[in-house]
């Protein structure tokens, strides 16, 4: 599965941006989706996941009721986007999505995810 994000500028404060990431591969539609962020000289953090039926979705406490994840399947692509609203100056971070294959524990541990993407940047100023 190869992961690619979009959506990412710059932005000002109270501004909203939408990130997109696509998956291409046999089993895309079959991933736990989670998007990640990481500041310079921050460690990685999760900020939403959503599992394959769209049950399980959950946000880090930092982003509840700003930021909202979603996605839709087309043929061989997963879609998940990130709907980012109200942003902040802290919300200046690289952003990347993860793909897991399997149920975790803790969905915002970034250890052992399957793949991830190469990250898009979001600037709030």
């Known amino acids: 599965v190869q992961l690619v994000e979009s959506g990412g500028g710059s932005v000002q404060a109270g501004g909203s941006l939408t990130l997109s990431c696509t998956s291409s591969g046999r089993y895309a539609s079959s991933y736990f989706m989670t998007w990640f962020r990481q500041a310079p000289g921050k460690e990685r953090e999760g900020v939403a996941i959503i599992s394959t039926d769209h049950g399980i979705r959950l946000y880090a406490d930092s982003v509840k009721g700003r930021f909202t994840i979603s996605r839709f399947e087309r043929r061989a692509e997963s879609t998940v986007n990130l709907q980012m609203n109200s942003l902040k100056s802290e919300d200046t971070a690289m952003y990347y999505c993860?793909?897991?294959?399997?149920?975790?524990?803790?969905?915002?541990?970034?250890?052992?995810?399957?793949?991830w993407g190469q990250g898009t940047q979001v600037t709030v100023s």
């Open positions: 993860a793909a897991s294959w399997s149920r975790r524990t803790d969905w915002f541990d970034s250890a052992g995810y399957d793949h």
